[in-house]
């Protein structure tokens, strides 16, 4: 099942993970979805059982560069294509069940290769979320659309994080380019 390409307006932010830089973090929208690509998936599925693992909706990560972590069966499809390494493996940098990357903080030193996952119930962390040259590969890669490159949602990230400056009108904005 695709990614929700309305999600900002359709889920509420539930929380984030931040990155160890103290600046940049990705939140995570919506309680989740119980029949995403990944609850129907074997080798995800197994994956949980290995781990002792309940598997639960986990919701979508990231706002500009968006992953439905209930649809991502870890085929790492956005790793192999994506120029500027904005994803890792998260398992692969703290072994923990996905639901407590809710409101974590990573040093963003996790694999970025395709086939370094730890296993399928590893998920694509947008962890440098802010570094995205919105190419749009990972998005046509992935291949159970879970994927969504928006960066039209900046404002949304902006908003959840309260530093979203509304411009009066009139005004000009000190940040446009000529």
Known sequence: ?????????????????????????????????SDGSAFSNEQVKAAYEAHGEEQVP??????????DWDDCTAQGSC?????VQTFQWYRTEKDISAAECLNAT??????????????YSDKSMPIREHDCTQCMACQEACPEKAILIEPSYQRNH??????FVKMESGSVNPHAHD
Request: one cysteine or more; proline letters at 3%; aromatic letters at 6%.
């Open 106 to 119: 990573f040093e963003g030193t996790g694999k970025t290769e395709q086939d370094e996952r730890l296993d």
């Open 158 to 163: 902006e908003e959840a994080d309260g530093t």
């Open 58 to 67: 986990l919701g979508i990560h990231g706002t500009t560069v968006a992953v």
């Open 1 to 33: 099942m695709p990614i929700d390409e309305k999600f900002v307006e359709n889920l509420e932010v539930v929380g984030k993970t931040s990155h160890a830089d103290g600046e940049n973090k990705h939140f995570i929208w919506g309680k989740g979805k």
């Open 79 to 83: 790793m192999s294509v994506c120029p």
